[in-house]
């Protein structure tokens, strides 16, 4: 399985981007998807995550209201609105798939899904 992310850029504070990923592979068939960010000289965080089982959307407290995680059942892609952008908000965006159908709790942990990909750079400056 592989996972393509897209998306990323360049923005202002308070501007908008979509990221993509894309989730490709023969037999795949995702529990769940999620996005994880990682900061210069921070540890990787977790930002949201979807389940397929019954599209229950997680988000970390300081990106609700603000950041949509959204998906494609057909397409195995999953989508992050981000909104409101603040120069908190760069880092590297990365998206995971796991096969399984976790909790909550544990959709939040990155040690728990399968797949990652490459990442997107997001960069919120004026």
């Known amino acids: 399985v592989q996972l393509q992310a897209s998306g990323g850029g360049l923005v202002q504070p308070g501007g908008s981007l979509r990221l993509t990923c894309v989730a490709s592979g023969r037999t795949f068939s995702p529990g769940a998807m999620a996005w994880f960010r990682q900061a210069p000289g921070k540890e990787r965080e977790f930002v949201a995550a979807i389940r397929w089982s019954d599209n229950n959307r997680y988000y970390e407290d300081s990106v609700k209201g603000r950041f949509t995680i959204s998906r494609d059942n057909a397409k195995n892609t999953v989508f992050l609105q981000m909104n409101s952008l603040n120069p908190e908000d760069t880092a590297i965006y990365y998206c995971?798939?796991?096969?399984?159908?976790?909790?909550?709790?544990?959709?939040?942990?990155?040690?728990?899904?399968?797949?990652w990909g490459q990442g997107t750079q997001v960069t919120v400056s004026s």
């Open positions: 995971a798939a796991t096969v399984r159908s976790y909790i909550s709790s544990l959709l939040r942990v990155g040690t728990h899904y399968d797949y």
